[in-house]
C-alpha cells in the first residue's frame, strides 16, 4: 500500500531550505537559553535513558482528547473548561523539553521540527482562546476542536521525526544484534597510541578504542544519539576518562559507556577486554 499523497508533501518539509533562515534562528535562540548543564540533561531526559519530550506530550493531548470528548456531552462545561486549562498549562514545559531535543537534530529534522513547533503553538493559541471564551459563560467547542486537529497534525509531524527521521532514537540499538558471541582480537597492545582515541572494526562495527597503559576501553564508536564518529572526538577526565561526540558533544564514560552529558540519552554499547599473548581481545555482553 502506498502512502496517502496528502501526506507525501511531508516529507518535502525534510529539504525545504526555505526555513533554514528560521531554523537557524530559533537554534541560536533555544541554545543560548537553555545552555550544558544539569537542566539541560533533564530536559533531554539523560536521567530517565529516553528523551522526556514524548512522555510530557501526554498530559497536555490527553487532557485535551478528553476535553473533546466531554465537550460532546450535555452539562461538561465546567470539567471541559478544566481540562483545556490543564493542557495549556503543561504545554509550556512539554514544549521547552522539545525544543532542547530540537535544537541537537540534524537540519532535516530541525525544517520538520520547526513546523511541528508552529502548529503546536497554533493549537495552543487556540485553547487558550477557548478557554477565555468559557470562562465568559461562551461555548469555545468550535476554538478546542479545531484546535485537536491543528494537535493532531503537529503530531503527525513529531511522528514523523521520532519514527521516519529517528530524532531521539538510540542508533547503537543494533550492535549487540550484529556482533558474535564471545571474544574478538582487534589487534596488539603496542599499535594502540597511549591516551589517544584509535578506530578499529569489529566486522562491520566501528569501535572507538582507547588505551592507558595496559588497560584499554572500548565502546562502539557511532554515538548513540545521532551516529556520529566517537573516534573524531576528544576525550576529557573530569570524571574518569570519557569521550566527546564531535556533533553534539555527548560525553560517554569510556569505561563503561554510560552517559555523563547530554543530548544523548542512551549509553553506548561497551565491551568487555583483555590482553593475551600482546593482543587485545573484546567480548559485548549479551551479543548475537
Known sequence: MKTLRPLQSVEKLENATGLDPLVTTMRDVVQAVIKPGALRDILHGVPIGHPLHPLMI???????????????????????????????????????????????????????????????LAAVGL??????????????????????????????????????????????????????PGWHAIGALTDLPEGKLERKMLGEVPLVVFRQGNDV???????????????????????????????????????????????????QPSFRTRVVAGLVEVSLPHAG
Open 127 to 180: 485553547y487558550t482562546l477557548s478557554l477565555v471564551q468559557r470562562l465568559r459563560g461562551k461555548s469555545g467547542k468550535v476554538l478546542s476542536y479545531t484546535g485537536l486537529a491543528v494537535v493532531s497534525a503537529g503530531g503527525f509531524l513529531g511522528g514523523h521525526m521520532s519514527y521516519r527521521q529517528s530524532l531521539g532514537a538510540n542508533h547503537t540499538e543494533d550492535v549487540p544484534h550484529r556482533v558474535e
Open 58 to 120: 501526554l498530559v497536555p493531548t490527553g487532557t485535551w482528547f478528553s476535553a473533546a470528548i466531554l465537550d460532546a456531552i450535555p452539562g461538561s462545561n465546567k470539567a471541559s473548561a478544566i481540562l483545556i486549562g490543564t493542557g495549556v498549562v503543561t504545554a509550556g514545559p512539554t514544549a521547552l523539553a522539545g525544543w532542547t531535543d530540537w535544537s541537537e537534530g540534524h537540519e532535516q529534522q530541525q525544517r520538520v521540527g520547526i513546523v511541528h513547533a508552529a502548529a503546536n
Open 217 to 267: 576501553s572500548v565502546l562502539s564508536a557511532t554515538c548513540s544519539h545521532l551516529a556520529g564518529p566517537l573516534n573524531e572526538g576528544t576525550v576529557t577526565y573530569d570524571d574518569g576518562a570519557c569521550v566527546v561526540c564531535p556533533w553534539h558533544n555527548s560525553t560517554f564514560s569510556l569505561k563503561n559507556g554510560e552517559v555523563r552529558q547530554g543530548p544523548a540519552t542512551s549509553p
